[in-house]
């Protein structure tokens, strides 16, 4: 999902819509959809619905373009890395 896909589904100048993101969610349009499939994976990982998943398919699934790109969302949102956070999941 990039800024201007969006735009365009809405039908909306991409310019209203980045500053609706800037003004009321985030300053970034980027953070602010990798936060969401930050949670996503989170839940997921939670439910024990992805437990048989790599990170690399994990990052795939959500939608991140690269694992170095998930790898430093998770990080900053969830204060850990994936695989530290994998690890209190299975109590390691």
Do not use: C
Not at 12 to 26: A, C, D, G, R, T
Not at 78 to 85: N, Q, T
């Amino acid at each position: 999902l990039t800024m201007s896909g969006l735009a365009f589904q809405m039908q909306v100048p991409n310019h209203k819509l980045s500053e609706l993101f800037y003004n009321y969610y985030e300053p970034n349009f980027n953070t602010h959809i990798n936060n969401l499939r930050i949670q996503h994976i989170k839940q997921r990982l939670d439910e024990g619905d992805w437990k048989q998943f790599k990170l690399e398919a994990i990052a795939l699934e959500a939608g991140f373009s690269s694992r170095n790109t998930f790898f430093v969302a998770f990080k900053k949102v969830m204060d850990k890395s994936p695989s530290a956070y994998l690890s209190e999941l299975k109590g390691i």
